[in-house]
């Protein structure tokens, strides 16, 4: 089973209310998503292997240490984990960057896929599927099948918030990919979205309600 990891550092916490308040405009939404991914990236990035370079100090040649050959993806879920990216790559910025397209159908709940582009090497590359939001876990399942038919191998999935539910399908779904969230929330409602939550993840960033 992979495994679940909340970020409970207060920085995180702080930053999320900020987000969760109803009040919190688009430009502050924005800015503090990104906060919140960039954080997130210290710990996602921490287990990148490294290997040994000789370099030379002022003082003399030394032997330390730099990230290997192993190379990172950021992978949005269209449209709220674009929100995610740019923090993610203030960290990490020789990132790669693909896209999967999918929006939830509000009725079924059930998610469709309408675009995939990804950098042609994701089999070597330790891919970070990116949606602040994991409510019934049906958008994240179908990225992570999307980015295996495709040979991608070393995935984990990162969101600000998740709903236990979403935790469960997700891992079952697919028990190698670990997952890290911000949060973990009591619940998902009877429409399907978090509880307490953030509202509409994608709506908020975009400004599109
Ligand atoms: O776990 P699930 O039940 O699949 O729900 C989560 C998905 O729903 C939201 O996207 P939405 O469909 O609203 O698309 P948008 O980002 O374009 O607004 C969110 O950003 C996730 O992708
Ligand atoms: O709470 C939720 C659930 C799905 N998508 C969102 O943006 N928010
Ligand atoms: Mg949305």
Redesign the pocket.
């Given at each position: 089973m992979g495994k679940f990891q909340v970020m409970d550092h207060p920085l995180i916490q702080h930053k999320l209310t900020i987000i969760r308040d109803k009040n919190c405009g688009t430009k502050v939404f924005r800015e503090v998503v990104d906060e919140i991914a960039m954080l997130m990236a210290y710990e996602v990035s921490r287990d990148l292997p490294l290997e040994s370079v000789e370099i030379e100090t002022p003082m003399g040649k030394t032997t330390q240490q730099t990230i290997a050959g192993k190379k990172v993806a950021i992978i949005p879920?269209?449209?709220?984990?674009i929100g995610m990216v740019d923090g993610i790559l203030q960290l990490i910025p020789a990132a790669k960057v693909g896209h999967i397209g999918?929006?939830?159908d509000h009725d079924s709940?059930e998610?469709v896929e309408y675009f995939v582009k990804l950098p042609s090497d994701i089999d070597t590359r330790q891919l970070l599927v990116v949606?602040?939001?994991?409510?019934?876990?049906?958008?994240?399942i179908l990225a992570v099948d999307a980015l295996k038919r495709r040979g991608g191998t070393n995935i984990k999935f990162v969101c600000l918030v998740a709903a236990p539910e979403?935790v469960k399908a997700l891992q079952e779904a697919h028990p190698d990919v670990d997952i890290i969230a911000a949060s973990l929330d009591e619940k998902l409602d009877e429409n399907?979205y978090i509880f307490p939550g953030l509202g509409?993840?994608?709506?908020r960033l975009f400004g599109t309600k």
């Open positions: 879920i269209l449209r709220a984990g999918m929006y939830r709940l998610p949606d602040p939001m994991l409510a019934t876990g049906g958008s994240a979403g399907g509409d993840a994608g709506d």
